[in-house]
C-alpha cells in the first residue's frame, strides 16, 4: 500500500494504546511501547503502527524518515494555559520566595491585574507577537495541542481581542490551539466590592457577544476565592461549562 509517510526504526515507538477505555491505575504505567518500530501516514492520518520489518512489508511511502536512536511519540497535550497574554511578572518570583501569597501578590497590584493592565493596553498584533515564541517553546518541548485560556481583559473588549489573538495564532501556528473563555478569571479594578455586577457583566454583556466563528470547548470560571458562591451560582449558559476552585495559597 502507498503511503505519504513512513517513520521508521524507531528506538521506541509510544503507541498509548488502549483499546479496552481509558486506562486506570496501574495500567496507566503501560505506555504501548513498541521497539523499532514504524509509523505509517497517508492522507495527514496515522493508518498503521508496528514493527519496523513488518511496515516496510506492507507500506511503501513518498517520503521515509529514518528514526534509529530516537523515541516517537504522541504529541503532549497541555489542557491548562495562559499562554496568551502582555508583559511579565517575573518580580513576583521573588515574593513568592519570600512568602507571600497569591492574595498578598495581587494586594500589592501584581498577579491578574499587573497582567490584564498590560493586556489591555496590547493590540491584537503585539499579543500575537508576545504570545507566539511561547508556543514556539511549547513545540519544541512536544506540545502539539494547547488549551488557551482568555481571562486577562476582564472587560468585553479586552477579553474579546483575546479570542481574536488565539484565533489568529491558531491559523498560523502548527500547535493546534483551543480557545477557552475565562470571563470571570478574577474581579477587576472596580468591583472589588461589587463582584456580583462583574458576574452579572460577564452574563449579560461578554457572553452574548462571543465570535460566532470561533469554537468553544468550554466555558472556564475561575474561583480563586474572589466571588461569592452566590454570584457564581447565576452563571447557567447552554454550553458545556467548566467550573473549578483553585489553590490560591
Not at 526504526?9 to 496501574?26: H, I, W
Not at 480557545?179 to 478569571?185: E, I, N, S
Not at 467548566?242 to 490560591?248: C, F, N, R
Request: hydrophobic share 45%; glycine share 8%.
Amino acid at each position: 500500500m502507498k503511503v505519504d509517510i513512513l517513520i521508521h526504526r524507531a528506538a521506541q515507538l509510544v503507541t498509548c494504546a488502549s483499546p479496552g477505555g481509558p486506562k486506570r491505575s496501574a495500567a496507566m504505567a503501560d505506555v504501548g511501547l513498541i521497539s523499532e518500530g514504524a509509523v505509517a501516514i497517508a492522507d495527514g492520518e496515522i493508518v498503521a503502527v508496528g514493527a519496523t520489518p513488518d511496515l516496510l512489508a506492507d507500506y511503501s511511502a513518498r517520503e521515509t524518515i529514518d528514526a534509529r536512536g530516537k523515541v516517537v511519540c504522541p504529541g503532549f497535550i497541555d489542557p491548562h494555559t495562559h499562554v496568551v497574554y502582555a508583559g511579565e511578572r517575573l518580580n513576583e518570583f521573588e515574593m513568592r520566595i519570600r512568602g507571600a501569597t497569591y492574595m498578598e501578590i495581587m494586594a500589592a497590584g501584581g498577579g491578574i491585574v499587573s497582567t490584564m493592565l498590560a493586556t489591555r493596553q496590547a493590540t491584537v498584533k503585539q499579543l500575537i507577537a508576545e504570545s507566539r515564541p511561547r508556543l514556539d517553546a511549547m513545540l519544541a518541548l512536544g506540545t502539539t495541542t494547547v488549551e488557551v485560556k482568555t481571562g486577562y481583559g476582564l472587560d468585553t473588549e479586552t477579553e474579546l481581542k483575546m479570542l481574536r489573538a488565539i484565533a489568529a495564532l491558531d491559523a498560523s501556528h502548527p500547535a493546534d490551539l483551543i480557545p477557552t473563555f475565562l470571563g470571570a478569571h478574577a474581579v477587576p479594578p472596580g468591583y472589588e466590592d461589587r463582584p456580583d455586577e462583574y458576574v452579572g457583566l460577564v452574563i449579560e454583556e461578554m457572553l452574548p457577544v462571543l465570535p460566532p466563528d470561533i469554537t468553544y470547548e468550554t466555558l472556564d470560571f475561575g474561583l480563586h476565592l474572589l466571588f461569592s458562591f452566590s454570584a457564581e451560582s447565576k452563571l447557567i449558559f447552554p454550553i458545556r461549562f467548566a467550573a473549578k476552585i483553585e489553590e490560591t495559597k
